[in-house]
């Protein structure tokens, strides 16, 4: 298996998820979300108005010999550097450039 060989050369510490089988992508590409929250006691839970949205960098493609391209999944800033970060606010992404894509 792919994943027990890339474990045992480069060995440290790994998180591995299984793919969702109904994604949800903006303008072709995987994203995820940033909320800053509050929570002071049971009292007070503040939610920031601007949301983020980061996104991948290259567009997501399932074809198996383009699966392992990691900037079509990466969508942390700091992991991409600074010439590459897609990143918006979500009040800018239209809801119809969401799209569902079903494998």
Not at 5 to 15: D, Q
Not at 55 to 79: G, R
Not at 87 to 94: A, F, G, H, K, S
Request: net charge neutral.
């Amino acid at each position: 298996m792919k994943v027990r060989k890339i474990l045992a050369e480069k060995g440290g510490t790994w998180v591995l998820q299984e793919y969702v089988p109904n994604l949800l992508l903006q303008g072709g590409r995987k994203f995820h979300l940033r909320v800053h929250v509050v929570v002071a006691g049971r009292e007070l839970v503040a939610v920031h108005d601007h949301v983020l949205v980061l996104l991948a960098t290259l567009p997501l493609s399932l074809l198996p010999d383009m699966v392992d391209e990691a900037e079509m999944h990466k969508t942390n800033a700091c992991q991409q550097g600074v010439a590459n970060r897609q990143t918006m606010l979500l009040e800018q992404v239209p809801c119809s450039v969401l799209t569902l894509v079903d494998e």
